[in-house]
């Protein structure tokens, strides 16, 4: 089944910890995002790639890093400068990356900073 | 700069019984137009979009949406909702050509009372 897939589905973290959150897809997509969802707050960018070794900051991008080694993979980091990152993570990819396209969400990754 | 408008942050409706969704959006330029359902602790799916043609857009599901550009609007309905409905909905819109990212608005939680 082609799809994207993202683990853990729960994380725990200690204040000051960096943690990586794993995004892969085998629907072939170029594009591929990151999303953070708060409660009441809808979807926010966080980083965006359209091609392997090369990604966009999105709106809140600040706490955050990514890498695109693989036209598979989009991991997401979320480093200790991030001062609020309890939240849940959605990544998608869509064909091309034009804004046209339709996005494929994976089933997202509920991250809680103890 | 482009802004998503829903206006409803919660609808409750009785199973069989009609639903309207809105959405506003500001944008000076033409648009891109998406509806996206999220169910508990799942990623989003695509319902329906509007890229241009018809004003009258229709998904999966049942679902329908009509753009109205005098009004700035993209409203989805659907005539005779079921339990399965109950989700939270995304408007989400795009400023088009030269631009990648969607704008999510804030999200309306439909529940179906049996």
């Known amino acids: 089944d082609g799809g994207i897939t993202q683990s853990p589905k729960y994380l725990f973290r200690k204040e000051g910890q960096n943690v990586t959150l794993s995004c892969e897809q085998n629907?072939?997509?170029?594009?591929m995002y990151w999303y953070r969802q708060d409660p009441g707050q809808g979807l926010r960018l966080i980083y965006y790639?359209?091609?392997?070794?090369?990604?966009q900051k999105g709106d809140i991008a600040e706490g955050y890093s990514v890498s695109r080694e693989k036209k598979e993979s989009f991991p997401l980091t979320v480093t200790s400068a991030q001062k609020n990152p309890t939240a849940f993570y959605l990544c998608?990819?869509?064909?091309?990356?034009?804004?046209?396209?339709?996005?494929?969400f994976g089933p997202g990754t509920r991250l809680t900073v103890l | 700069a482009q802004s998503v408008t829903q206006l409803d942050s919660q609808v409750p409706v009785f199973e069989e019984a009609p639903v309207e969704l809105r959405c506003n959006y500001s944008s000076s330029v033409s648009v891109y137009l998406f509806w996206y359902v999220q169910y508990p602790n799942q990623g989003l799916q695509l319902l329906l979009k509007?890229?241009?043609?018809?004003?009258l857009v229709k998904g999966i599901n049942g679902f329908e949406a009509e753009f109205n550009k005098s009004q700035t609007s993209f409203h989805l309905r659907k005539p005779s909702v079921h339990i399965s409905d109950t989700a939270e909905y995304f408007c989400?819109?795009?400023?088009?050509?030269?631009?990648?990212?969607?704008?999510f608005g804030k999200g309306t939680k439909l529940s179906v009372i049996p």
């Open positions: 629907l072939n997509h170029d594009a």
């Open positions: 989400a819109v795009s400023e088009g050509a030269g631009s990648y990212q969607l704008t």
């Open positions: 998608a990819s869509s064909m091309y990356g034009r804004v046209t396209d339709t996005q494929y």
């Open positions: 509007y890229l241009s043609g018809s004003t």
């Open positions: 790639s359209q091609i392997v070794n090369d990604f």
